[in-house]
């Protein structure tokens, strides 16, 4: 009987204690949302503008990406995925990523989970931006949507300890897909963007060394202009320019030129046959041009100008100086 009263009085007791037990909820740890002036690299100025930034922090990297506006009817969203190997994160309980070179069969699994939609064709030509060497594909949507997919791997150098192979770099992917503008110009987005982020160990740079200074630069003989076409002797002056004169150029009337007929020039027709003596009133014989079959010249019309009605007659008698105006009329000038 006692220890049955025991048994009962403890389990009261647990009872009691677990009701009054408190406690807070504690967050995964995983990815989480950060300002996007965190973000670890940025898109060329003029864009496409940062959504948001979603960062992974493991044991030995540090992994962000950055989705960008999208205006595409291809289903899935634009990013830029940069990925630091080779730096200590904040949660060393999620351990490291693997190390995965860059291979054909992983960009392969890579573009068909990010671009299902759109058969992506790879470009055999070298390119390279400011951080080196970067391959991409590229293919248009059944709506005509362009789409790229770029990738990058920034690799650091050897430092005089140890060779940095598998950590100290940069993994870089870009998807892009937009509605109203081309191949060439998606791709000015993957050689503008600019990594924000380093490692603070000089010995992991992925960057490598800076490069020097111009050799130009200090040397005498050897002038540096501020544009490529340099300076000739009086043809771009220095300073204050004067304002450039107003040149008048007189105005070009057009005077319209009356041409004048030409007279027509008619060659006469040669007389056909012998030619008929006449008789002459002073009882000689006159030669005359009129031809057998009495056929008369006539000058060539003029414009404007009307010529009188001539009529041939055969055998026309040309009648003598004497016998025009004489009151009467003799035999021989009848």
């Excluded at 899935?76 to 904040?90: A, R």
């Excluded at 040149?247 to 057009?254: L, Q």
Aim: charged share 15%; aromatic share 6%.
């Amino acid at each position: 009987m006692h220890f049955v009263k025991i048994i009962a009085l403890v389990t009261l007791a647990v009872l009691g204690t677990s009701c009054t037990t408190t406690g807070g909820v504690r967050q995964s740890a995983g990815a989480e949302t950060v300002p996007n002036e965190k973000a670890l690299a940025f898109p060329p100025p003029g864009g496409p503008a940062i959504v948001s930034v979603v960062e992974r922090r493991h044991k030995d990297d540090v992994e962000q990406t950055i989705s960008l506006s999208t205006s595409s009817s291809v289903i899935g969203q634009n990013f830029l995925k940069v990925q630091f190997l080779g730096v200590t994160g904040s949660n060393p309980g999620l351990g490291s990523t693997p190390y995965k070179m860059i291979s054909e069969g992983a960009i392969s699994r890579e573009m068909a989970a990010t671009i299902p939609s759109v058969r992506l064709a790879r470009s055999t030509t070298f390119v390279q931006n400011s951080y080196g060497p970067f391959g991409y594909a590229s293919g248009q949507s059944r709506a005509g949507d362009t789409c790229v997919y770029a990738w990058q791997q920034i690799q650091a150098g050897r430092s005089a300890s140890v060779e940095q192979r598998n950590f100290s770099m940069v993994q870089v992917r870009l998807r892009l897909c937009n509605a109203h503008e081309t191949e060439r110009e998606l791709l000015s987005t993957v050689y503008g963007y600019t990594i924000a982020g380093g490692f603070e160990n000089a010995a992991l740079n992925p960057y490598g060394a800076p490069r020097g200074a111009d050799a130009l630069l200090g040397r005498l003989g050897d002038p540096i202009y501020p544009d490529a076409g340099g300076y000739r002797s009086g043809a771009t002056p220095i300073g204050y320019e004067p304002r450039p004169a107003v040149v008048v150029r007189p105005a070009i009337i057009s005077r319209q030129t009356t041409v004048q007929p030409q007279a027509v020039t008619v060659a006469a027709p040669q007389p056909v046959g012998p030619r008929v003596p006449l008789p002459d009133p002073q009882g000689g014989v006159l030669q005359t041009n009129v031809p057998q079959t009495g056929v008369v010249t006539v000058p060539a019309q003029m414009p404007g100008q009307v010529q009188p009605r001539t009529t041939g007659t055969k055998g026309t008698t040309v009648p003598s100086p004497d016998c025009i105006g004489d009151a009467g009329v003799t035999a021989a000038c009848r």
